[in-house]
């Protein structure tokens, strides 16, 4: 039987976003959301896959009701040095890659170019609590927020 690597102290880190979440959220008018608006959000994250894997399902509420599903999975890649974020949502898009970030500090950043041009998400990581943020791009160089929001350990 091959011997597998145990996963590494940056696989570790995952473990930061693992556990049930609540936040709210301002989504910026944009092409995709006009006007706009606050939504809620319900967020249940596990380390999975002998702990080289976060597995993330997010659920987001508008006006009472279920408005947009995501399954996220987050690792780190230790050839390439990189975080990786794989997105599936009720909006049915396939992702032709992964996002691709770094940990700054208490920042994980990630970052995607595809169709739609370019796009950033960053996790500021604190005590029990993190802020996110979804930012798009046409050039890569001047960047609109199309989401954050605030979100608390439950």
Same mark, same amino acid.
């Given at each position: 039987? #091959?011997? #597998? ?24 008018? *944009? ?15 596990? #380390? ?11 659920? +987001?509420? $508008? %006006?009472?009701?279920? !408005?947009? $599903? ?9 050839? !390439? ?8 949502? *009720? ?14 500090? =208490?920042?994980?950043?990630?970052? =995607? ?5 370019? *796009?950033?998400?960053?996790? %500021?990581? +604190?005590?029990? $609590?993190?802020?996110? *943020?979804?930012?798009?791009? +046409? %050039? ?12 608390? $350990?439950?």
């Amino acid at each position: 039987m #091959m011997h #597998m690597q145990p996963p590494s102290a940056d696989h570790g880190r995952l473990r930061a976003l693992e556990g049930s979440w609540t936040g709210e959220e301002n989504l910026h008018p *944009s092409p995709w959301d006009p006007k706009g608006g606050k939504a809620g959000a319900t967020i249940t994250s596990r #380390m999975d896959l002998d702990g080289f894997w976060l597995v993330t399902d997010y659920i +987001q509420t $508008r %006006d009472g009701k279920v !408005s947009y $599903r995501g399954h996220g999975v987050h690792g780190f890649d230790p050839e !390439s040095r990189a975080y990786l974020m794989y997105w599936f949502d *009720s909006m049915g898009s396939v992702p032709k890659e992964p996002a691709k970030g770094r940990l700054d500090g =208490q920042r994980l950043v990630f970052a =995607q170019e595809g169709p739609m041009g370019h *796009s950033r998400y960053t996790y %500021d990581l +604190q005590e029990g $609590r993190y802020h996110f *943020s979804i930012e798009h791009s +046409q %050039d890569g160089k001047s960047w609109a927020t199309f989401m954050d929001g605030t979100y608390r $350990r439950t």
